[in-house]
C-alpha cells in the first residue's frame, strides 16, 4: 500500500494514506521530504513551502489559502489554512465538454414493468400518510394486515412517517404534497395506501387530484375521521393491494431504465480519492448505457460549482445550474447564515479542511458526462442521462428527494459510516477498507482498496455487477435492517 497520493499533478500537497510520524521521511516524485509533526491518515502535508495568502491546490485547483507560514512536511488544516470563497458570484458559461467513451453494453436486469411502462426495482406495500397525526394508526393497520395475511412474496411492507401534512403554509406546504405524492407514485411500489386523518391542510381531496393519472388498482385512499374502525378498513385496503400485486413478476429490462441518485455523508479524506470516483466512473458508465444519474447536495458545490456549470449542455441548463447554485446561497443568506461554513466536525476529523475541499471531492461523483437537466427540489426526472436536483447536504433529506424524483436507489459514499436509509435502497460505499472491516452491517461496497492493489476499471466492473444484482432484488444493508425513513425539506413557519 502507498504511504501518500498527489490527486492532481498541479497540487502542492499530498493526501496521506496511513497515519504518518514525525521525523518520518517520505518520497514525492524523487524528493524527500520530513514529516514534521505527526499527521492522520487521510490528511494533508504541504509538498512546497507557502507564504500568507498562498493558495492551497489539491484535486488540481485552490482549496483555501494560508493564514500563516507552512513548511514543506508540515500537517495542512483548519489551524493554517482558510477558504477563498466569499459571497454570491457572478458566472460565464465557458462549456468544457468532456469526451467520455464508453460502450453500450446492451446489460439488462429484473424489474417490475408498472401499467404506465415505469420500471421499479422492488415489490412493496406502502402505506403513506398525508399528515403526521395518523402516523401511529398506518403502523397498527399494517400489525392487523400482517396478522391476518402474513404476506409473502413481496419485499416488504413499510409505512413512511414524517411529522407534515398540517400547520404549514407555502412552500413547505407545497414541498409536502410534492413529496407524497411522487413517493405514491414511486415505481418501486407496488400497492399504497394513502392514509389521511380528515382536518388536516393537505386534504385528501386535494391530494388526489394534485396526482394527476395514477393506476386505480394499485392506489387506494382512507380518510380515518370517516369510518368507524379505520385499523379495520385500512387492513381491509392492505389485503386488496396485496392480491393484486403479490403474483407480480420480475421481468428483463434494459439498464436504461435505471435511475440512480448519488450522495455523500460522513465524508473523509479518502472520498474525494476512493469511493466518490468509483461512484462517479459508475456514472458515467449506466449514462452511457442510456440510463440517469442525479447528483444533489447545493453546498456541497459551492466552491466546484464552476466544473458543472462548465458541462452543461446548453445554455438554458447553465443558466438553470447558476439559479440552483445562487438560489441556495440566498436560502442561507435569508436567515442570516454564513453560506461557506460548511464541513462538519466528523470531516474535519477526517482530514477535511475548507468547503472547497470538501466539495472538489463530492462533485466526482458526477463523473465526466454531461449535465443534461436540472431540477427544482420536488420534480422528478424527465431527462436520461446525468441531472443535478436542488436539495441541502443533510442526509436523509437529500437521500429522500433523490428517491422522490425518481431514482430506484441512492449511492451513498461514506468515510466515517452511517446506517440509515430512506425509502429507496441506500447502498453505503465506504472510502476506507478499515471502515468497511468495522462496520460490515452498515456498508455494502469497499472503495478503499483503490489505495490498496485494485485499480479503478478493476473496482468499476465489480461495482456494476454489484448494482445490477441489487437492481435485480438483492437487498443492501439498510433494508436487512429494516431502517427505511422519509424526511421532507422544511423552510418556513410551523402555524
Sequence with gaps: ???????NEKDNVVVALRDLSKS???EVENKKIEIKEDIKRGHKVAISDFKVNDNVIKYGYPIGHAVKDISIGEWIHTHNIKTNLDGIMEYNFNQQLKQVSIENKNLTFDGYRRANGNV??????WIVPTVGCVNGIGERIIEKFKEDVKPVGIDGVEIFKHNYGCSQLGDDHANT????????????????????????????AEFIESLGEYDTTRIKFLVSQEVSNEIEEGAKILRELYENMKNDKRESVSLSNLKVGLKCGGSDGFSGITANPLVGSFSDFLVAQGGTTILTEVPEMFGAETILMNRAKDNETFDKTVHLINDFKEYFMAYNQPIYENPSPGNKAGGITTL??????????????????????GETLKTNG???LSGPGND???ASALAAAGCHMVLFTTGRGTPFGTFVPTMKISTNTPLYNLKPHWMDFNAGTLVEDKTLSEVTEEFIKYVVEVANGKYVNNEINKFKELAILKQGVTL
Design 356 to 377: 472547497e475541499d470538501k466539495s472538489l471531492g463530492c462533485t466526482q461523483k458526477s463523473g465526466d458526462s454531461t449535465v443534461v437537466g436540472v431540477l427544482k427540489y
Design 386 to 388: 446525468l441531472n443535478l
Design 396 to 398: 436523509l433529506v437529500a
Design 1 to 7: 500500500m502507498k504511504e501518500i497520493i498527489k490527486i
Design 120 to 125: 421499479g426495482i422492488r415489490n412493496e406495500l
Design 177 to 204: 404534497r410534492t413529496m407524497l405524492g411522487n413517493l405514491v407514485k414511486h415505481p418501486n411500489a407496488g400497492g399504497v395506501l394513502v392514509l389521511g386523518l380528515g382536518c388536516e391542510n393537505n386534504t385528501m
Design 24 to 26: 518520518e521521511i517520505i
